[in-house]
């Protein structure tokens, strides 16, 4: 069993949808979570960290559930330019970082 | 701001050579990292430095090196390529390990032919 698990999609919405993807992992120890984006051939960049209060910016919303080891990413009225690989990151043994294979999006006019 | 910066961006590399890939961050963070990414598969740590003077295997270190030379460049050195190793390889540095938000650099893809 993969340590952090995705489904790669992709994921195809028309643009103003509202799209959810969840992350399990299998760590119960884990403390720290994340979302990563990362857009075609670049860099990951920093999306949002997830808190077990849940935490919103803007249009994202992030959940984390630890009873269930899984985590959310919810986009509301999706953008064009939101089109990217979304990475479902947490922290393993040692304070490094775990990453998922991640889930694509792909918005349509 | 510059951030992380990774050299080269690009390289070919016949099957036996060998090459070091370049990483700098000006941040003044003292955890740097190398990973790569394949098709298909998340990032996997190849190794890391905790601190300066110190580094460390991560999950896929066969066939690398590497040095932190001071604390602002860690590199990542190939002794004798393979086509296996063909990816595109990550620079990423984070404040220190346990505060885990990192920085990645642009990234270096690399063919092994």
């Known amino acids: 069993r993969k340590e952090v698990e995705q489904d790669p999609g992709p994921f195809n919405v028309p ?5 959810a993807f969840n992350c399990t992992y299998s760590n119960s120890a884990s403390q720290s979570f ?10 990951p960049k920093l999306l949002m960290s997830v808190y077990s209060s849940g935490n919103e910016d803007g249009r994202f919303t992030a959940q984390l559930n630890r009873a269930s080891q899984y985590i959310s990413l919810l986009i509301r009225d999706s953008k064009l330019s ?15 970082l775990i990453f998922g294979q991640g889930t694509t999006l792909q918005v349509k006019p | 701001n510059a951030g992380v910066t990774q050299t ?7 099957t036996g050579q060998s090459m070091t890939l ?5 941040m003044n963070h003292n955890s740097m990292y190398w990973y790569r990414q394949d098709p298909g598969m998340g ?3 190849i190794y890391y430095s905790a601190s ?14 590497v040095s932190r030379l001071n604390k602002r460049e860690f ?10 190793q063909t990816s595109v390889y990550f620079c990423a540095s984070s404040e220190i390990l346990a505060k885990n938000i990192q920085y990645f650099g642009a990234g270096t893809r690399l063919s092994v032919l």
């Open chain 1, 15 to 19: 643009e103003g949808a509202t799209v």
């Open chain 1, 34 to 43: 994340f979302w990563y984006r990362q857009d075609c051939r670049k860099e």
């Open chain 1, 82 to 96: 939101d089109s990217a690989t979304y990475l479902c990151v947490v922290s393993g043994m040692g304070g490094k």
């Open chain 2, 8 to 14: 080269p961006k690009f390289q070919v590399l016949k």
């Open chain 2, 22 to 26: 370049q990483c700098a961050q000006d």
């Open chain 2, 43 to 45: 990032l996997r740590l």
């Open chain 2, 52 to 65: 300066e003077g110190t580094t460390d295997k991560g999950e896929v270190p066969n066939g690398y090196n």
């Open chain 2, 75 to 84: 590199s990542l050195r190939l002794e004798s390529a393979a086509p296996s």
